[in-house]
């Protein structure tokens, strides 16, 4: 932590800061400037917040945190990148992996067809909401545990792995049972008690970027699962809320990579709710292989204008087919391979 | 909704966007202007969603809402101001209503101390975290339910009314046990699974707005609870996410009068986490009463540097006394009164 | 400026950053750490673009710059609050100011009647754009000199000060001849030619913040104009964008007591660009008040619903007539008059 | 134009809306609805701002624009793709364009050595900063004329083109004497002054979409261009500010395809702007060519830490031929030719 004094503070103040710094179990370190004095605080410390707190010390212009917070998902912890498995499949290896299928489980009819579709384009996990977060309480909530049971019908029918969101620690378990992938969906990106939850669950957890949340933030998140026990982890990159509306949200791809340097977590991109428009979902999963990203997880729906949810973004089977005849191509010039 | 058509559209596509309308349980009124047609679908209709989906249709420009999909907590269906009850604490009414106190609860003393001084300054409930989100995982995460006793007994010592944040729903009940008004953070808005449980909860909700939520959305969260069965909610402006950093957040205090146009429910503003900076509480606060505000939330601490969490913001007892001395003349100019 | 090294950077990168420090002018202090070792450059050194440059070093983890960059109109380099004065006007003293009058200049009588009934109500300066930056080339673009001429008619006429707003260097010249104020708009704020050109004009500049810009870009664009010679400069919080399309910009009013602690020059508030909805123009300026700006810039109209441009946001002049009553009192309690 | 009324709004509301719409020009169609009215204005009217007047009426909740308000740019309007040609040059055809060069021109020594460099590697025009707008006035503010001369020798000499911005119209003559393609910064992007002298131009002008500018305000920028005489322009994505501060600003990837969608003029995209760090510069250029991008511009300096601009994003001239060599292959998969 570096706490700048400002160009008129006193000795008295600089002493005062000094002081605070090793009540607080570090060690000041001055530079003296020019125009001002720089003192940094090193050590372990009680407690970051207490150097926080200076900020509003008298002499005291900022208190500058130099270290990341997080630790067990940095890259500067672990260079080697993590893979996670979901049974036999490996995602953050050299396959790239694709996760297909409606928004919400509606009907019996609409997931097998959908799963049987999604697989026969080579998709490698099937996704689905039995459990919705609406921003409406108007609108369609769910099938809940009727859906899970759908889920766990298409995987047995069609060998797909299944991924689908929990929405609050009560359902982690029963959800855990029916599925081979946990979502953290974007609204609960910073749901701490769900994420402690999902650490101490032994399924790998997709982890949604909030829709305002930072790289930093992100990270945390994550490190809450891991450092309360599940370092299976896959980041995924969804879009962010900006001042633009013409999109559904503002797909940051640059993230991805600066996510491959930050942290040895797979990481996948949602082209379907960063855009929300059909038509961009198939160049925006070409540019999310380019740019690296380890997987992909995109909306399908049989007839899209019939969807419960998202039909505006959903592809249909057979647009979802033609994108993935062409990222073939777009993948194997990363060295990797699709199927 | 209104459906607009693109300038090419065919009579033949024309016809087909009417076909779904009618088939989706709504009628269409079509608007032939001189560069293009537009669509009106009239009716309850099977679902809002199946209207969204043709945005995806050729010859379809846009899809426009009309309606605001609030209905309980808006305005247009309820005149009146709702006053909502704590005890015989009446929030929304011609009192101001202030709640103050730490960030966390951190032990005894502590809290004991700023119970006594906000009280004597005039404050009319303790604030205090009990359960605390952090976006760390190393953060102090809150003392859980012994800080929950120790507001009971502050409640008990000082006959301020108490509220607490509840951060998931296996916690509601116990929380509820102890505290007269239930908070939900910003980062649990839009945490729908939490917003049923408070909407079937026999107690007073404080709702703050979320870090990047619109003010559409805290209308629609608020709606959740509303619809589950609990009238008894306090929205709360405490600072939206923009790229701007020298504040924490951005306070949208315009937000204020435009919330008591749109909806009946009182609103309460937070100048600590809204700004971040204990210099700027003090002109916030009283902004916040001229521009409409029905309460303020604000941090207070009996010595912010050791503050284990928020100290930058937290006021001193003394500065919070001088404050509550200066808001009395704003509060009276709107007509109110403080005690 | 500070410079953060990885916890793995070698003995050698350490050193090599060292150098490049000392090649580039500045002295490097080193703080070590438990975890990794952080480097303070001291001096006036070449270039702190140079130091910036080793954000890209192997071994470096971050840059962070220490020094606020703006100095003129730094409130560390001026105590003393600066006063603006146009003619006998005093801006940025006791008087609390208001400037008032349309959006743009459209008509002899539409201007004339204004004037008049802005007078009457006790504003001190008639606002009117002659030359209009608008969005879209279709839109009107302002009566330009004729636009110029009927302001300085109604200066003669009723005593009020003239602001008007500048577009381009080419221009400056002749608005600086008809008008009191300069004001350069939010598009306009980082056009770096046109303040370098104001900075040389013999005539206050109303700088108004850009819609994306931090109040640190706000300090540096007055800078420029400071730095070219003229000190006469007035801020102007105006909203700024951000994701919430509730109101036309998010009213950033924590910035004003913010400004006043970062910078010595007066700040007033546009409650009408802001907010862009007539309803909520009132408590907007209230809160201006309270939160301690120096004045207000209010769009008044005849007859709004016949406006060319900003309806929507202008008050009538009776409406403004019954706020400027209402700020009275808010303004007495500033210590400040404001008539 | 759509105007809804309140579900309270009472029929002399309704006919009062209607009358003004009449009176504005339009013809007034409404639809009842079960819970409100909604009316359609169609026509060419005098004056959208009156429509959007009327959303301060008694009796109106809202008022909602239909059509997009470019025309020129659209590809509503044309369907076929806009060449731009600069010299033989083609941008927005078959071949993929890269420029690329130093954010400043500092020096004969280093245009010259870097001209070379990037001609080597493929690129086919050079870029370079001669009028430099930054947000300090104590920031190198470049070279000026004597960088346009050494533009001009550098072109002279490689046979690349040449491209450079410029900031204020008084330089608009002399920039298109040396600079075979004009640009317009992010920041005058809303420069109407500059914009309307640059569509009396005989050159090609990069216009670069404003930090917080959405897609429609950059389309509108374009049309002033083009709707005063000069349809040869280039689009330019460079990433937008958001709360995101991991990235100098957020590369908005997808608007590359939606700009294709909404118009006929060619993109290309800014990585070095848009990421800001050297790294990410490769996996943001294939992602721009997989995305849809026409080219790239992208910075290079042959001592980036030597920089007196932008360094930390500036590659080496062998990273850029890295670059380059590793584009071959995507531009090829897109059906299109680098060289």
Known sequence: MIIAMTSDATEEQIEEVCESIRRYGYTPHLIRGE????????????????????????????????????????????????????????????????????????????????????????????????????????????????????????????????????????????????????????????????????????????????????IKELLLSAEYIASHGNDQIILCERGIRTFETATRNTLDLAAVPLLNELSHLPVVVDPSHATGRRSLVRPASKAAVAIGADGLIIEVHPRPQEAWSDGPQSLTPAGFAEIMAELQKYVALESRYLN
Chains 1, 2, 3, 4 share one sequence.
Request: aromatic letters at 4%; a positive charge; hydrophobic letters at 40%.
């Open 35 to 214: 125009e001002r004095v720089v003192i940094g605080a090193v050590g372990q410390g009680d407690n970051k917040d207490h150097l926080q707190n200076l900020r509003s010390v008298p002499g005291v212009a900022d208190v500058v945190p130099i270290l990341q917070p997080y630790k067990i998902v940095s890259r500067e912890l672990k260079q080697q990148k993590t893979i996670v498995r979901a049974g036999d499949l490996e995602i953050g290896g050299r396959q790239f992996i694709v996760m297909a299928g409606p928004c919400s489980v509606e009907t019996r009819e609409q997931l097998m067809e959908t799963a049987d579709a999604v697989k026969a384009a080579g998709a490698h996990v099937l996704r689905g909401g039995a459990y919705k977060p609406r921003t409406s309480p108007y609108d369609f909530q769910g099938l809940e545990v009727e859906g899970l049971k759908l889920l766990a019908e298409a995987r047995e029918r069609t060998g797909l792995k299944v991924i689908t969101e929990v929405v609050t620690t009560e359902d982690a378990g029963i959800v855990a049972e029916y599925s081979d992938i946990l979502q953290v969906g974007a609204r609960n990106m910073q749901n701490f008690a769900l994420l402690k939850r999902l650490g101490r669950c032994n399924r790998p957890v997709l982890l949604k970027r909030g829709m305002s949340s930072t």
